[in-house]
């Protein structure tokens, strides 16, 4: 089946160290989205990704570094300059069309130890 | 993208037709209406999607206001498996045209819909 896989489903974080997050698509999608949600909220974009080798800070990138060096991955890490990563994180993807549904992944929930 | 207001949650019972209503007054000629629904513990799912005609997929219908004001989502027969918060989306089209390409969705706080079996 098609879809989008995020991997680990919960991830556990040491003070001060980075850490990465898996989004994998076989969808053919060429944008890819990383959002993140608090308890009770609705979700916010982090970086998105309209095509291979390129992607655009969204509305709360500080503390977050993307890669999009294939079309089917786009992984999200989270670096030691965010000073609150406990949150669900929720990858998607989409048609390059800008009124097409997107996808999303089940998430991964990173705590902080 | 405008701004749109839900009511903060909703009950209903089990296979009767649920009406989640969304406020969407600053919307623009070119914006699309969207819908989309997050079950617990997982990623948001798209639910429906239109612009000025009332529109029905097997999800669900939506009907829009005659001045696009307003829009509401209904599920005609809810079941507990539709238990979820429900999110109404402005999407602008001129952005499509203008070759600005896919971007990120806005998500606000949403509806969390309670059915009671």
């Known amino acids: 089946d098609g879809g989008i896989t995020q991997s680990p489903k919960y991830l556990f974080r040491k003070e001060g160290q980075n850490v990465t997050l898996s989004c994998e698509q076989n969808?053919?999608?060429?944008?890819m989205y990383w959002y993140r949600q608090d308890p009770g909220q609705g979700l916010r974009l982090i970086y998105y990704?309209?095509?291979?080798?390129?992607?655009q800070k969204g509305d709360i990138a500080e503390g977050y570094s993307v890669s999009r060096e294939k079309k089917e991955s786009f992984p999200l890490t989270v670096t030691s300059a965010q000073k609150n990563p406990t949150a669900f994180y929720l990858c998607?993807?989409?048609?390059?069309?800008?009124?097409?549904?997107?996808?999303f992944g089940d998430g991964t929930r990173l705590s902080i130890l | 993208d405008a701004k749109t207001t839900q009511p903060n949650s909703m009950e209903s019972n089990e296979e009767e037709p649920v009406h989640l209503p969304c406020n969407h007054s600053?919307?623009?000629?070119?914006?699309?209406i969207h819908w989309y629904r997050q079950l617990p513990s997982q990623g948001p799912e798209y639910v429906i999607h239109?612009?000025?005609s009332n529109v029905n997929n097997r999800m669900a219908s939506l009907a829009i206001a005659e001045d696009r004001k307003s829009s509401t989502l209904i599920l005609h027969r809810a079941t507990l498996r539709d238990a979820a918060v429900y999110y109404c989306?402005?999407?602008?089209?001129?952005?499509?045209?203008?070759?600005?390409?896919?971007?990120?969705?806005?998500f606000g706080k949403g509806t969390h819909l309670i059915i009671q079996p």
């Open positions: 998607a993807s989409s048609t390059q069309e800008h009124n097409q549904p997107q996808h």
């Open positions: 969808l053919n999608h060429d944008a």
């Open positions: 990704s309209q095509i291979v080798n390129d992607f």
């Open positions: 600053t919307i623009s000629g070119t914006d699309y």
């Open positions: 239109g612009l000025t």
């Open positions: 989306i402005l999407r602008d089209l001129e952005r499509m045209y203008s070759g600005g390409g896919a971007d990120g969705l806005t």
